[in-house]
């Protein structure tokens, strides 16, 4: 009984031991005792990750992190003229499976030894190679990118991989593994982009990935202003508010906008159409957006510093004024005699609505008649001088480059210098009133610039006489102040 006894109570003592050691505590030390085979994945040596920037180096090498590994050893060797490799760089990560340093443009190859547990050096990865060159030549300059996602729920780290799309497809980039923020600054040649991130959770098991975002990154072309036309928009008188810009890097997916120089507001153009290769850009702005004052024209590319050219105006006119060059010659012509007519109108709009404008206008007409036939004994020459006044009622049509005009005055004919032949020279000078009625089709062909065509009745008073009738028709070209 006894020795059955003592041979239980040693076979529960020995499960006792073996569950004991068994424990969790146990199976940990057992673990750490056995030696773990941990290797460093080939490090990614992606061009996007080597690069030169500006005047210094920075570039970022990255591996796969490898499990149970407590830290890294980075070797960084560089080529030297023979062909052979010389170590310029060691050091220690604890935690992160990247490094950043600043290199001198030339070839290298990197090595990551991994740290296990106890914090023995063990397996290396195979030599990673990589170039850093001189991004300063146009073709090889790399932008900034700064690539952000939303942090996932018990996420621990993330994998990120960037592709860049080219003839056959898209081509991987960038890759990060176990990457512990929500964001990552990339510097990419210009081009169109994807990326896509899948989140690790506390277990370090993939938990979620996110769909292909896609981004393009576009070349930096400072913008250059020279000039814009027009200088100023009308808002009482303007259907449309186009402004063009004439310079240097002006593309569709240029920024453009109107900022106040009192408020700071900022008005973007509803339209917006590349011209010339970029020297020039067409704008139309909306017209509800539109207010009364002063604004600087700002344009920037994307990744460029802005430039700006000022100043453009908003507002309304107190009045318009016209100067117009008219000729107009008398149907039938009086006495028979060739008439030369060119005058030049003026005329004052300050009464303006929507659709109507009301105004005062001034005619100034020098007239010369000379003989149709010469004679041995006689020769008329007359030179006259008409002033007339006017009352204008404007008429505007569609889109406010048409309008129809009507005209209703009167004024007075100066006239005098009568020569004669042979019997002497006799000098006569009369005046004679008239009026006046016409209608006129003027059309605005480049903003200010306008020609009017139209005709006009005449009536004449001579004195002692019955008055006289005639038509006018006239052509002109002017400008609108």
Sequence with gaps: MNGKMNGAGRRGALGNYIQQFFSIPAITVLL?????????????????????????????????PAEFASGYEVVIEIQDDSGGYIEIKREMR????????????????????????????????????????????????????????QEAEFASSYDVVVEKESDLGYTEVIRLWRWRQTFIDSYLLPGRYRFQVTAYNIHDRSSSTSDWVFFDVFEIFDPELRQFRPSRFYLERDDQFILTLKGHNLFDRTEIYLRSRTSGMEIRPRIQKQHDSGERIRLEFDRQELQIGNYDIVVKNPGSFEASLGTLTVGDKPFEFEAELLYAPLIPAITAFPLKDISLRLTLLPFRGRTNYFGLGFDFFPVWFEPA?????????IHSLEFRLYFLWRIWLSGRSTALNFRLGGGSIFSGDFNWGSGGTRTAFTITPASFTGISFQWFFYKSAFID?????????????????????????????
């Design 32 to 64: 750490l005792a056995v030696p773990v085979p941990v290797t460093a994945q080939d490090i990614h040596t992606q061009e996007a990750s080597v690069y030169q920037w500006g005047s210094g180096a920075v570039q970022r090498l990255t591996w796969a």
């Design 94 to 149: 604890e935690q992160e499976n990247f490094i950043e340093c600043s290199l001198p443009v030339g070839r290298y190859r990197y090595q990551v030894s991994v740290y296990d547990l106890f914090g023995r050096l063990g397996a290396a990865s195979a030599w990673g190679y990589f170039e850093v060159i001189n991004a300063s030549e146009p073709e090889l300059t790399r932008y900034i990118y700064h690539l952000t996602w």
């Design 373 to 381: 036939t010469a004679s041995e004994r006689f020769s008329v020459y």
């Design 453 to 481: 065509a139209g005709v006009e009745y005449n009536l004449l008073f001579p004195a002692e006489k019955d008055p006289q009738s005639y038509f006018r028709p006239s052509l002109g070209f002017g400008w609108n102040f």
